[in-house]
């Protein structure tokens, strides 16, 4: 039994489809308690799902309708930092594809490399660098899911990317771009790591959302993706880095996140 067969069972037959799917990062993941007729099943229930060990990230899926729009939310993600292989990290995106979305919108908690954008400030991703040293596409190719080879010129819809915007707009939100930058992780990086960047063409730097971009283009899914802005990186602000720093200021943008994104969610219908 695949895990999307064990979402339908728990859903019944009666469950419509989801359109929109969202994967909620550190600190962001209220979004989900507003879903309603809701089925949340904790990932440790759904075959081949990763799960994660890290503070901000309650690991369950979320299905029912939101802003009138039939969704998944994946309510918080695992990290290749975990030593989860790259491989696994598919299996989350191919299951709410498999439940029939059509649309993923990734979010997370991200540094600033941008001062323009300093913290509390949110960031739609234009596109990206991946630094994580990882491919989730690696190993045997599955033709039925998705080619071989897929281009990534298109990664992130510029369509969704508008939308958003107008939405930040509609709500008084400030919604900036940039291209951001993956990395492993867990250790933050360094001052120098961060000049070398800034100079690559970075915006933002983080430890997730990439793989499951890549594999969402992949099996056929539409991208989006919103960077929370938690700190400015390494080298660039006063203030030292850790986890709990990352999560407080997640807190702060998370308002203005969850309201562009629940606008962006009820036109998408």
Known sequence: MTAADVIREAAGADAPAPRLALVLGSGLGGLAEAV????????KDLPGFPV???????????????????????????????GIPASDLAVPVRTVRALGAETLVLTNAAGSINPAAGPGAIMALTDHINMMGANPLAGPNDDRIGPRFVGLGDIYDTDLRGALHRCAQAEGVVLHEGVYLAVLGPSFETPAEIRAFRTLGADAVGMSTVPEAIVARHCGLRVAAVSAITNLAEGL???????????????????DLQRVLSRFVKEYN
Not at 36 to 43: E, G, L, M, R, S
Not at 71 to 78: E, H, I, N
């Open 52 to 82: 994660g060990s890290v503070a901000g990230h309650a690991g369950r899926l979320v299905l029912g309708t939101l802003e009138g729009t039939p969704v998944v939310v994946l309510q918080g993600r695992a990290h290749l930092y975990e």
């Open 237 to 255: 602000g006063a203030e030292p880095l850790s986890h709990e720093h990352t999560l407080k200021n997640a807190a702060i943008a998370a308002q």
């Open 36 to 43: 309603q007729d809701a089925t949340a099943i904790p990932y």
